[in-house]
């Protein structure tokens, strides 16, 4: 367990996959949150977490002092020769989007990849119609580094999507 201002990071257990799929079901969600779009399905998720590789995945639920469940976040891809991992985030819980809870649960999430894995690089793709995880990667110290140009198709349309990263030295700067 690790834990936030407000909230803790707790392993993800069996009762929790149903609000995931719940959670992957809602179109809103599955807009901005398409990274895993295959992902939907019950028994994909059940699959998936159930043969995590643990040394190189590291997926929490973040719950809130309350006991409420809100989301999830992960550690994804790491790659120890390197120094670096993917983060990824999904507040599920959309009545808790914009409250500040992004930025925190990324700071947090940043600060165990840097000083408990002793990672030197957190990178992210983030879709270009993404503004408010744009918005807030940019608060937390993320900085864009490439664009992968028309990489998604969405509706009739292509959007790129952007990479951003942030350096261990870079904390807190
Ligand atoms: C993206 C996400 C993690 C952001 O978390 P959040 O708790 O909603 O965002 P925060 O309240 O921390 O806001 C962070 C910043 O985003 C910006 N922001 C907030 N709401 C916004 C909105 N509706 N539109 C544009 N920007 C917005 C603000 O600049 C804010 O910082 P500020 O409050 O200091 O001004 C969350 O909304 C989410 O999980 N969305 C669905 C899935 C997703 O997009 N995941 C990321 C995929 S890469």
Do not use: P
């Amino acid at each position: 367990m690790i834990k936030g201002e407000g909230f803790i990071f707790r392993n993800i257990v069996e009762e929790d996959y149903k609000r995931i799929y719940e959670w992957f079901q809602d179109e809103e969600i599955r807009y901005y949150y398409s990274i895993r779009n295959t992902l939907v399905g019950y028994k994909q998720i059940e699959e998936r977490l159930n043969h995590l590789d643990y040394n190189k995945n590291k997926e929490f639920m973040i719950e809130l002092e309350n006991g409420i469940t809100i989301g999830k976040c992960a550690l994804n891809s790491i790659d120890w020769i390197n120094s670096n991992c993917e983060l990824e985030i999904l507040i599920g819980q959309k009545d808790y989007w914009s409250k500040g809870y992004g930025k925190k649960v990324i700071r947090k999430l940043v600060e165990y990849a840097f000083y408990n894995l002793n990672l030197y690089c957190v990178h992210l793709k983030v879709h270009s119609f993404n503004e408010r995880g744009i918005k807030c990667y940019e608060k937390c110290g993320f900085e864009q580094e490439g664009v992968l140009r028309n990489r998604l198709y969405r509706d009739g349309k292509y959007y790129n999507q952007i990479i951003m990263s942030i350096l261990n030295d870079q904390l807190n700067k």
